[in-house]
């Protein structure tokens, strides 16, 4: 998939485009399925009440509202998200309606390092932390396939040098 152009500068291309790693949708789904679970549950209990279609109703609000909260909006979240590579820049961007983002020029970055626990390293992801020339190390948690852009990164600001 691949970054609008309209937001490249003249002479600049994509190197990496990626989302967050897909275990940030773990308890989302998990969410879904116990709400979707329990309402089943429960509405086939009250199926023999005269006030079924009532509890029904109650029940479909109550789960469409939990699901909607718990799972539609942070996998709007995760989709919103992006971190991208470019061959001269860093680009965070986050948000749907209310968009933020952060650009790190590759001429400002010094150090690049990862990190990822022993369950990361099975799933695949880590933390990407980058230190520019003036601020604070910047963490980008639940990087896809962490090493790999470390390496890609690191050979961009070398190359930049």
């Known amino acids: 998939m691949a970054y609008p152009d309209e937001l490249l500068v003249a002479g600049e291309r994509v190197v990496l485009h990626t989302h ?13 399925l116990v709400t979707v ?12 009440q005269s006030w079924a279609l009532v509890a029904w109703i109650a ?11 718990f799972t539609v909006l942070p996998f709007v979240r995760w989709r919103t998200t992006h971190f991208v590579v470019t061959t ?3 680009l965070v961007r986050e948000g749907v309606f209310s968009r ?13 390092q990862f990190r990822h626990t022993v369950l990361e390293r099975v799933l695949g992801c880590g933390t990407l932390v980058v230190e ?8 980008f948690t639940d990087i896809p396939a962490v090493e790999r852009v470390h390496a ?5 600001v070398a190359d930049d040098a």
């Open 152 to 156: 890609l990164l690191y050979q961009e």
């Open 37 to 48: 679970g329990a309402a089943a549950f429960l509405a086939a209990l009250v199926s023999a």
């Open 132 to 139: 520019s020339a003036s601020d604070d190390p910047l963490e």
């Open 59 to 69: 029940l479909a609000v109550v789960a469409v509202g939990l699901v909607g909260r």
């Open 88 to 90: 001269r820049r860093v």
């Open 20 to 32: 967050p790693h897909w275990k940030m949708l773990i308890g989302p789904v998990l969410v879904f």
């Open 100 to 112: 933020s983002g952060m650009d790190i020029p590759m001429s400002r970055i010094n150090t690049v």
